[in-house]
């Protein structure tokens, strides 16, 4: 006789996954608080925590002393997502961005405090920016990299960016509070602007995507050479373009306005 899968339930497992599931509505919790919600023992919401924070699914808040999630939950989300469907979905996007503006388009995610390009389409045109699929990208000077700056809480983004920010080109923004007044401008707009601070010449621009949490799990973008990307062009067609693209993907992974 075949047994139920719940049978072969282990109950510390259980109680690991309990611990996990409250942060889902809450940022930050204590472990008095998990142990009246869970009726748990403190000591063994304790050994819990201890135990995930040292695999990363959790961290300490060192000034309030409560746990919030880790950048491995963050890591393994982004994976379910690459594998289970943003590549999938994003690919005929951003193949229509390219019909419509003939320049590159490209999706990207945040790994290690690092920008990575996952997938690209290029521009039907002679002269065209370079991939950089699979290649890790700083976040202050790459507009893929700001956008998800600029929708992070304050202290994420103080602890993803150095304190020295490398400058790459002549116009790359090497003071953090100049960077941190461009975040606040990002996120009324909605998008993200690349004006040669990364390469010579080049221009992109970027917005968010977001997932059924309303995390921003990955960005869309457009590329191109400077000169045929002009402020003009940016406002009325590029930054609109990735603003719908960005809402249009956001949507086929479960996010609701």
Do not use: W
């Not at 919401?45 to 491995?72: D, P, S």
């Not at 990955?218 to 609109?240: L, N, Q």
Request: charged fraction near 25%; hydrophobic fraction near 35%.
């Amino acid at each position: 006789m075949r047994r139920e899968k719940s049978n072969y339930l282990i109950q510390a497992v259980a109680h690991a996954l309990d611990v996990l599931e409250q942060f889902h509505a809450d940022g930050e919790l204590g472990v008095t608080e998990l142990s009246k919600r869970l009726k748990l023992h403190k000591n063994n919401v304790f050994r819990i925590l201890a135990t995930l924070e040292a695999r990363g699914y959790i961290e300490q808040n060192r000034a309030t002393e409560n746990y919030r999630l880790g950048t491995r939950c963050l890591q393994l989300g982004q994976s379910y997502i690459q594998h289970m469907g943003l590549l999938r979905q994003a690919r005929p996007i951003m193949s229509e961005i390219v019909k419509t503006c003939h320049e590159s388009s490209y999706v990207a995610v945040i790994r290690k405090g690092q920008v990575v390009p996952l997938d690209v389409v290029e521009s039907d045109q002679p002269v065209r920016i370079i991939s950089h699929v699979g290649e890790a990208l700083p976040l202050h000077c790459t507009a893929a990299g700001k956008v998800h700056l600029a929708f992070e809480p304050l202290e994420e983004v103080q602890r993803d960016l150095p304190e020295g920010l490398d400058r790459y080109t002549d116009t790359t923004i090497v003071d953090r509070r100049a960077l941190l007044e461009q975040l606040k401008t990002i996120a009324t707009t909605g998008y993200a602007l690349e004006n040669g601070e990364y390469q010579n010449d080049v221009r992109t621009v970027a917005a968010p995507i977001r997932d059924y949490t309303r995390t921003v799990v990955g960005s869309v973008a457009v590329s191109g050479p400077a000169y045929r990307m002009s402020t003009e062009r940016i406002e009325k067609e590029f930054a609109p373009l990735v603003l719908k693209a960005g809402r249009e993907l956001s949507t086929r992974l479960g996010y609701n306005a």
